[in-house]
């Protein structure tokens, strides 16, 4: 039986902030009527991208996201919060894209 990612949170649209740094902010539903904000940064090197912290993104922005140029790197920063957000976006990227996963040694994913 194929993988099921996770649906497709909540989100905004990307933002350049600045030159070539980009940021999108959304949430997740951590439990039933409970939503916690998380963020993404996308820094752009040429035409490589490096997804800090990713949020699945819906048609229309991955749209734009792709226009930015190729993913490569997925970069995870933390454990999150009660484990609920632990890979919840990262394999999806990495399975899209076949970006390199990149987090701090011992970090559970």
Do not use: C
Not at 61 to 76: A, F, P, S
Not at 80 to 87: A, I, K, R, S
């Amino acid at each position: 039986m194929p993988y099921e990612f996770p649906e497709v949170q909540p989100h905004g649209k990307i933002r350049e902030v600045f030159p070539d740094v980009f940021h999108v902010t959304g949430s997740v539903e951590m439990v039933p009527g409970m939503r916690i904000s998380r963020a993404m940064t996308i820094l752009r090197d040429g035409q490589t991208l490096t997804l800090v912290s990713p949020i699945r993104l819906n048609d229309e922005e991955t749209q734009v996201l792709d226009g930015l140029g190729r993913v490569e790197n997925i970069v995870k920063l933390g454990g999150y919060h009660l484990g609920v957000q632990n890979g919840l976006d990262e394999p999806y990227y990495v399975d899209r894209y076949g970006a390199k996963f990149w987090a701090l040694e011992g970090m559970e994913h």
